[in-house]
């Protein structure tokens, strides 16, 4: 899977979760089922996963200049975390 390519004008990806939370479910089965090809196809792009108990889901993208957009990700399933990050890198 993925075909996700970062970079350009998006100079980080970090996602926020939860270990245990089931708000929090998707966002794992995301990193399980796509991380490693993602980094894959981009091996030199700082993806950061940062997890803490509690936390409610949320990726956060880092543009140029220090700009940050973020969106959460409570609830979702994989497919749509992927479809979130994807409107980030519009």
């Not at 966002?27 to 700082?46: E, G, L, M, T, W």
């Not at 543009?63 to 979702?76: H, I, M, Q």
């Amino acid at each position: 899977m993925s075909g996700i390519k970062l970079g350009g004008v998006l100079k980080e990806l970090r996602i926020h979760l939860c270990q245990t939370s089931k708000q929090s479910a998707g966002v794992r089965d995301f990193i399980q089922q796509n991380y490693v090809n993602i980094k894959k196809d981009n091996p030199n792009f700082p993806i950061l996963i940062r997890e803490c108990s509690g936390v409610q889901p949320r990726v956060w993208a880092r543009y140029e200049k220090g700009v940050e957009r973020s969106a959460p990700l409570t609830n979702l399933g994989a497919s749509d975390v992927l479809s979130t990050i994807k409107q980030l890198l519009k």
